[in-house]
């Protein structure tokens, strides 16, 4: 007995509306080589050679995509029905920093910029990096600083300009970037867009950026390591996810329907809580941004500006560097030989932090 599950049912007339088309296409093509080779035996008959174009063929054109793609143009101003609009975020866009520290890469020329994205209201986290890895702008000779990235709080009211608290952290501790866009974990790729954006435009002299959730135990000793040793162009690194299958579930967190991203799994892309990558990368993703509607999925996101440029992502050296969930029991040397872990909330970034510190003191 021949029963079709719905997904086989789906792929049954993803086929027939192929053959549809291929046989429209098909006879279009047939109808196009009747109408050139009856004009040219009307102008110019007998063709001197097939490399004569009797008729004026227009310039090359890429090819417009398909209404429902995962890469259609004109993204400025997307204007999708819903609920595919829900999918996408508004970028490209300008929005404003409103705090900012305009010249300060320029001026510290550092190795590395790690860039941090945490909402205005976590000050408790940002002040736990601070006291822990952020610590870290001289490692191995290399000047490393750190900068956290922020929208306009969804808790208070959207106001356009920066709260007295962010403004009096900024002035104390320079390290903030404010946009003028609302912080939502759906907007989270207008923030990753925005740092490229700014490190793009403000890090003139810098070897490598980094982006890292807030949640995360980061060994910046490491990763410099790595850094020293690795390419200096086109490179990006990190945990690179392969063969994602795409969510079909609505209940998913990351749920994304098949008529916003028709393919079943996803481009590698780097995971989002940590990747690092040469300062040349930059101004091409934002380039070819322009090409791509941005989907919600921020490392989703980066993954196919990515495929688009045609660069491929690296793996790191070697396993377990790049650790996506902290393990139960860690071993006595673990926080010595990682570059990130992601831990359970960011407050235990602080004990995990002595325990690393005195890892770093002990034979491992
Ligand atoms: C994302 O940011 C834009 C610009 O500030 C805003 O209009 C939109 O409502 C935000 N979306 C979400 C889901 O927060
Ligand atoms: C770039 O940075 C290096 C070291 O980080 C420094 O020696 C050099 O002077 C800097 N160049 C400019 C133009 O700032
Ligand atoms: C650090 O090491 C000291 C002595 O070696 C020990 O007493 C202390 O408990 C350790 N702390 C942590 C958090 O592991």
């Not at 792929?11 to 088309?21: A, E, I, T």
């Not at 892309?269 to 989907?295: C, K, N, Q």
């Not at 030989?337 to 359970?344: A, E, F, G, R, Y």
């Amino acid at each position: 007995m021949l029963r079709l599950s719905p997904g086989s049912e789906k792929r049954l007339w993803k086929r027939v509306r192929l053959s549809l088309c291929f046989l429209g296409l098909s006879l279009l093509m047939g109808t196009l080589t009747f109408a050139v080779y009856s004009c040219s035996s009307l102008t110019s008959w007998p063709l001197p050679g097939w490399t004569v174009m009797p008729l004026s063929i227009p310039p090359y054109k890429k090819p417009t995509p398909a209404p429902i793609t995962q890469e259609p143009s004109g993204i400025s101003s997307p204007q999708l029905p819903l609920p595919q609009s829900s999918f996408f975020v508004a970028y490209p866009h300008r929005y404003h920093f409103i705090v900012d520290e305009p010249n300060r890469c320029d001026q510290e020329s550092p190795f590395l910029v790690v860039i941090v994205p945490v909402p205005p209201h976590n000050r408790d986290v940002r002040n736990i990096i601070r006291s822990t890895w952020g610590k870290h702008t001289t490692v191995l000779g290399q000047v490393v600083s750190y900068y956290f990235l922020l929208g306009l709080s969804s808790v208070g009211d959207g106001r356009q300009h920066p709260e007295e608290q962010i403004l009096l952290e900024s002035q104390k501790h320079h390290d903030i970037l404010q946009s003028d866009f609302q912080d939502s974990y759906k907007n989270l790729t207008i923030k990753t867009m925005l740092m490229f954006e700014w490190i793009s435009t403000h890090c003139p002299n810098t070897s490598y950026a980094m982006k890292i959730d807030s949640d995360i135990f980061f060994n910046v000793h490491n990763l410099v390591r790595m850094l020293l040793k690795a390419p200096r162009h086109l490179y990006m690194t990190g945990l690179v996810v392969r063969n994602a299958q795409v969510l079909r579930d609505p209940n998913s967190k990351w749920f994304v329907p098949s008529a916003v991203f028709p393919e079943s799994t996803y481009p590698p892309y780097p995971m989002g809580l940590g990747y690092v990558f040469s300062l040349d990368l930059p101004r091409r993703i934002l380039e070819v941004s322009t090409h791509i509607r941005a989907i919600y999925i921020e490392d989703v996101h980066v993954g196919l500006c990515m495929r688009h440029l045609g660069i491929a992502l690296t793996d790191p050296p070697r396993g377990g560097l790049f650790v996506a969930a902290m393990p139960q029991t860690t071993s006595q040397c673990y926080w010595v030989s990682v570059i990130t872990t992601m831990l359970w909330r960011s407050e235990q970034l602080l004990d995990v932090w002595k325990t690393y510190e005195n890892q770093t003191q002990s034979d491992c």
